[in-house]
């Protein structure tokens, strides 16, 4: 059966810090992979999506990017973290019908 | 973008009541499904119901494209069944499968024992 990770579950990171999320999913090949934000109290916005290696889109315009440097691998990153940038992280990853599954989040705090 | 209206935005029950809670969405879909948001933020994958009727134990979902809604039914709650349950799309036009889903705000259900 598949299987998604997120590490770490928990972040607690100073302005103008460097962020590097990873996610893999086991128990498929060539997954169409997703990274989602929730801000506190609200819905998830969709900030990236990969149909495959190397190949990202970006749904907002931010001061985040994304990176796939493997099939089953989706990497969120900063270069400077602003206080805006805290939330809840979700990658998630979809089934052949396009049903989405999610991992258990990152939850970041920026200080 | 399409646009995604979940109500009501918070519901507070007895243990044992049912409870239906709405989606409305603005364009034709190609993908919905219901989540459960539990108390440590895991979505937990409740239905994909882009059309028709579907049950699952004490939940049952239902989808009206036509008329672009969908109702996810919970009979005799539990408090278990605590959180937030959001409704997300994914719309016809944008090709298909990849773009990812538009959330609803969700309804924030409190079963009280």
């Known amino acids: 059966s598949q299987t998604i990770h997120q590490w770490p579950a928990t972040l607690v990171q100073p302005v103008g810090s460097p962020l590097s999320l990873e996610c893999t999913v086991e128990?498929?090949?060539?997954?169409?992979l997703y990274w989602y934000r929730q801000a506190a109290g609200r819905g998830l916005q969709l900030l990236f999506y990969?149909?495959?290696?190397?190949?990202i889109s970006s749904e907002v315009p931010q001061n985040l990017s994304a990176s796939r440097p493997q099939d089953r691998q989706f990497i969120l990153s900063s270069k400077k973290l602003l206080l805006s940038d805290s939330g809840f992280y979700l990658c998630?990853?979809?089934?052949?019908?396009?049903?989405?599954?999610f991992g258990p989040g990152t939850r970041l705090t920026v200080t | 973008g399409i646009q995604v209206e979940q109500s009501p935005p918070d519901l507070i029950l007895q243990e044992g009541a049912n409870s239906t809670l709405r989606c409305n969405f603005s364009?034709?879909?190609?993908?919905l499904q219901w989540f459960h948001q539990n108390p440590w933020g895991q979505l937990i994958n409740l239905f994909y119901?882009?059309?028709g009727t579907k049950q699952n134990g004490r939940l049952s979902a239902t989808t009206v494209a036509t008329e672009r809604y969908s109702l996810l039914y919970i009979s005799s709650s539990q408090t278990t069944d605590s959180g937030v349950y959001f409704c997300?799309?994914?719309?016809?036009?944008?090709?298909?499968?990849?773009?990812?889903?538009?959330f609803g705000k969700g309804t924030h259900l409190i079963i009280q024992p």
């Open positions: 998630a990853w979809n089934t052949e019908i396009y049903e989405q599954y």
């Open positions: 128990g498929t090949s060539n997954p169409n």
């Open positions: 990969s149909v495959g290696i190397g190949q």
């Open positions: 364009d034709s879909v190609n993908n």
């Open positions: 119901i882009p059309s």
């Open positions: 997300a799309v994914e719309y016809t036009y944008s090709g298909g499968g990849a773009d990812g889903l538009t």
